[in-house]
């Protein structure tokens, strides 16, 4: 068992004192009861145990405050300048920067230390977890999260053995999560599948009851901003670090509105001036917030960018609006490999080939029309599909019940929407 997060009641001493090594950098002050906290937690840290590595991850976590006052997974709070926020998987630590002497030197006062273990294992906050194939060919998610992203027989972890990693968008909750990534990470390719087995890893984003029923606002595509989702943000770009820091390569899909999640995560590793080494890569399946966004933070991280198809999406409502932005950002992606990552010799070509392309963003520009309309007038999901009820793709590409799979082409999606109602009747 952790070591028992002490009340404010707990009796002992409340004079400021610092903790550890203060030769290190900024000394990390606390009163008794988080010094005695943090002590317990340095003892536990010893054990070869899940309690023992998360204890391990709290003091590696402590520590780290003594070099940077504003880790890459750290928030600040709203109108307190002085006050952070350090968020990881299975823990946040409250601190207040202290500037005694001037403004270049200061110390690091714990306020507050939260386990969020519970958290994690009810699925009630952003984690790591496993998904093993079961013999009646479903996939089912470990008993507990994990701390850290691990190699596998089949994903090694090198260049041509990346490790594959999903994460959610829109789900009912975790179980339907892992069993709805593996056609997205496959590109909904059964070849493609087989690197996943008998094992893959999620990074699950819990959703709320509004996005798990299905339907949302129009409104509110691509700018989803919850503190969930931030601290969940903080908390894979603290995994994507880790990774990198480990020498790892890493290929994250992300689904629906896990899109926001990742590319928000980039961003803040974009603000740490972190350089990815092109040792990792992302792809987007039925992302909901912009692709021109995510282009721009993948390329700027140097991650591995080779390759012509990097993201795959469905022409509906929530797609057309928040991820293509009504076809303005994949003619931005475009027109930004055309200018800076195209040869000169062959410019004239892509040139030629960006105009098609964008004579060619006419045909989702229908269904955009009338999604823009439901948005404009602040109708829902629901009323805004039968607006679109003369244009069959966006509508049948809109049902939340019919779109779980990877989007391969209209023919293909009416195939799967048959299938499935024809399974439901049974």
């Not at 701390?147 to 909750?173: A, H, Y």
């Not at 520009?365 to 069959?392: C, D, I, P, R, Y």
């Amino acid at each position: 068992m952790l070591p028992t997060v002490p009340s404010a009641s707990t009796p002992t001493s409340h004079a400021l004192l610092a903790w550890g090594n203060s030769g290190n950098g900024r000394s990390i002050l606390a009163d008794g009861r988080y010094r005695s906290l943090l002590d317990k937690f340095q003892l536990r840290s010893a054990e070869q145990s899940n309690d023992g590595l998360i204890a391990q991850e709290l003091i590696k976590a402590v520590n780290s405050l003594r070099a940077q006052a504003s880790p890459l997974n750290s928030m600040l709070k709203p109108g307190s300048p002085t006050r952070r926020l350090l968020v990881a998987g299975h823990f946040e630590i409250e601190y207040e920067l202290n500037s005694y002497y001037c403004p270049l030197q200061t110390d690091i006062q714990i306020i507050d230390i939260r386990i969020k273990k519970g958290e994690l294992t009810n699925r009630q906050r952003a984690g790591l977890w496993d998904a093993k194939l079961t013999t009646r060919g479903q996939w089912q998610r470990a008993a507990s999260p994990k701390l850290r992203i691990t190699e596998t027989v089949k994903q090694k972890g090198t260049e041509d053995s990346p490790i594959l990693i999903g994460i959610n968008g829109r789900c009912k909750n975790l179980d339907d999560a892992v069993n709805t990534l593996p056609d997205h990470m496959a590109r909904g390719d059964k070849l493609n599948l087989e690197r996943l087995k008998p094992s893959y890893q999620l990074f699950y984003v819990p959703v709320n009851a509004g996005e798990s029923r299905g339907w949302l606002p129009v409104k509110s595509l691509g700018k989803k901003n919850r503190e969930e989702q931030h601290k969940a943000a903080l908390t894979l770009a603290d995994q994507i670090y880790s990774a990198h820091n480990r020498g790892l390569h890493v290929e994250w899909t992300a689904h629906d509105s896990g899109s926001f999640v990742l590319t928000k995560a980039m961003d803040i590793l974009i603000k740490k001036n972190i350089d990815l080494q092109q040792r990792q890569r992302i792809y987007l399946s039925d992302h909901t917030s912009s692709e021109y966004e995510a282009d721009l933070c993948r390329r700027a991280l140097n991650m591995n960018v080779n390759g012509d198809k990097w993201a795959n999406s469905r022409p509906g409502i929530r797609q057309i609006i928040g991820g293509s932005q009504f076809g303005y950002a994949k003619i931005s992606s475009k027109y930004l490999v055309l200018t800076h990552a195209t040869p000169t010799e062959e410019k004239w070509g892509a040139l030629a080939e960006f105009g098609l392309d964008t004579l060619g963003t006419a045909k989702s520009w229908k269904g955009a029309l009338a999604a823009g309309v439901a948005a404009s007038s602040g109708v829902s999901f629901a009323v805004g599909a039968l607006v679109l009820s003369t244009f069959g793709e966006t509508l049948l590409s809109s049902l939340p019940s019919l779109n779980k799979n990877y989007y391969k082409g209209l023919n293909n999606q009416v195939k799967f929407a048959i299938n499935k109602l024809g399974s439901n009747g049974t």
